[in-house]
């Protein structure tokens, strides 16, 4: 049985808890947030033990689940990793290449097990897309996408405007490509590999928001590209697209179904097989002794990407991705 700690009493947490629920082998003991009410009642829903003081919090856990705003995660995770604790991180890893090589340092020194929960990887249909494209079936890649086009009422955004909440303004959330586009991201690099050059642009439809509501990322890959085009203020048009174009075969999700289709041949659909969870992956690999995928590299390129993004719609050119070792090197 491995005890697991929560570290941010949030709206998220509830749901990866009811996760780890379903897992014999996971036991919710704790519960630490910054607001000591917010982590009791939490804690009282659950049957756990809220805790106001960090150091007795690690003491009673194996490994925890890092479930703060984005801004708020370099310092949990550094402290979970010299504490000797495994962690699960919510994505994305960090709003900067310093704080993310920083957690990504003390995590190495400490020889802790770190994931990064990007949820696509873990949806069976795109698990199976992805499955089907490295081995080799559709051939060499020309183009794979992730579009996704939904309606977010603004009723519950001003309502998060009145609170002053972080998801409002780009400083604390890092803008709608890092809070939504990211899990896209993650999914296309997951297969394609890692981005060489992004060109990027940005708006926001919705009236008085200062964060992006729609964002176009494409990206050069070694071997094709790929685009993640998102508009969430999307008021007449509900769209879910997903799909890699070999030489060979393309597959194509609509958020229902899965097709493939072969040169001069008939789309047949694709059954979907159920797949792990991320929390029930992330728990096997403390069981297996295994490394979490995506962990900190991946987590550390796709920050990269959601920077280059960002940069590049300001400038309105492609921004090429530096690797980490290059730039030590100068």
């Given at each position: 049985?491995?005890?697991?700690?929560i570290?941010?009493a949030?709206?998220i947490?509830?749901?990866?808890?009811?996760?780890l629920?379903?897992?014999?082998?996971?036991?919710?003991?704790?519960?630490?947030?910054?607001?000591p009410?917010?982590?009791?009642?939490?804690?009282?829903?659950?049957?756990?033990?809220?805790?106001?003081?960090?150091?007795?919090?690690?003491?009673?856990?194996?490994?925890?689940?890092?479930?703060?705003?984005?801004?708020?995660?370099?310092?949990?995770?550094?402290?979970?990793?010299?504490?000797?604790?495994?962690i699960?991180?919510?994505?994305?890893?960090?709003?900067?290449?310093?704080?993310?090589?920083?957690?990504?340092?003390?995590?190495?020194?400490?020889?802790?097990?770190?994931?990064?929960?990007?949820?696509?990887?873990?949806?069976?249909?795109?698990?199976?897309?992805a499955?089907?494209?490295?081995?080799?079936?559709l051939?060499?890649?020309?183009?794979?996408?992730?579009?996704?086009?939904?309606?977010?009422?603004?009723?519950?955004?001003?309502?998060?405007?009145?609170?002053?909440?972080?998801?409002?303004?780009?400083?604390?959330?890092?803008?709608?490509?890092?809070?939504?586009?990211?899990?896209s991201?993650?999914?296309?690099?997951?297969?394609?590999?890692?981005?060489?050059?992004?060109?990027?642009?940005?708006?926001?439809?919705?009236e008085?928001?200062?964060?992006?509501?729609?964002?176009?990322?494409?990206?050069?890959?070694?071997q094709?590209?790929?685009?993640?085009?998102?508009?969430?203020?999307?008021?007449?048009?509900?769209?879910?697209?997903?799909?890699?174009?070999?030489?060979?075969?393309?597959?194509?999700?609509?958020?229902?179904?899965?097709?493939?289709?072969?040169?001069?041949?008939?789309?047949?659909?694709i059954?979907?097989?159920?797949?792990?969870?991320?929390?029930?992956?992330?728990?096997?690999?403390?069981?297996?002794?295994?490394?979490?995928?995506p962990?900190?590299?991946?987590?550390?390129?796709?920050?990269?990407?959601v920077?280059?993004?960002?940069?590049?719609?300001?400038?309105?050119?492609?921004?090429?991705?530096?690797?980490?070792?290059?730039?030590?090197?100068?």
């Amino acid at each position: 049985m491995i005890k697991i700690g929560i570290i941010g009493a949030g709206a998220i947490a509830r749901s990866h808890i009811r996760a780890l629920e379903k897992m014999e082998q996971a036991e919710l003991i704790a519960v630490y947030d910054v607001v000591p009410d917010r982590a009791q009642a939490l804690a009282s829903q659950f049957g756990a033990r809220a805790y106001k003081e960090a150091p007795r919090f690690f003491d009673a856990v194996d490994a925890v689940f890092v479930l703060s705003p984005p801004f708020a995660h370099k310092e949990p995770v550094v402290a979970a990793a010299k504490a000797g604790k495994h962690i699960f991180l919510e994505k994305p890893i960090a709003l900067s290449l310093a704080d993310a090589d920083e957690m990504i340092d003390a995590v190495k020194a400490a020889g802790v097990k770190f994931m990064v929960g990007f949820n696509f990887r873990y949806q069976a249909p795109f698990r199976k897309m992805a499955e089907i494209y490295c081995s080799g079936d559709l051939g060499e890649l020309v183009y794979t996408w992730a579009k996704i086009f939904n309606y977010y009422p603004t009723s519950g955004w001003d309502e998060r405007r009145r609170q002053n909440h972080w998801r409002m303004n780009m400083k604390d959330s890092g803008g709608r490509i890092s809070e939504f586009a990211t899990h896209s991201i993650d999914w296309l690099v997951s297969f394609a590999g890692q981005a060489k050059e992004v060109f990027a642009k940005t708006a926001t439809a919705a009236e008085d928001l200062e964060v992006d509501d729609t964002d176009i990322v494409i990206m050069d890959f070694a071997q094709g590209m790929g685009k993640v085009e998102i508009a969430l203020t999307a008021q007449t048009i509900r769209e879910r697209s997903f799909g890699i174009l070999g030489k060979a075969a393309g597959l194509h999700y609509d958020g229902k179904n899965l097709w493939m289709r072969r040169k001069d041949e008939d789309a047949v659909e694709i059954e979907v097989d159920a797949c792990p969870s991320r929390q029930e992956h992330f728990m096997n690999c403390l069981l297996e002794d295994k490394e979490p995928i995506p962990g900190a590299h991946d987590a550390r390129h796709n920050l990269q990407i959601v920077l280059a993004s960002y940069e590049s719609a300001k400038k309105g050119r492609p921004v090429k991705i530096q690797s980490r070792r290059a730039k030590a090197k100068k």
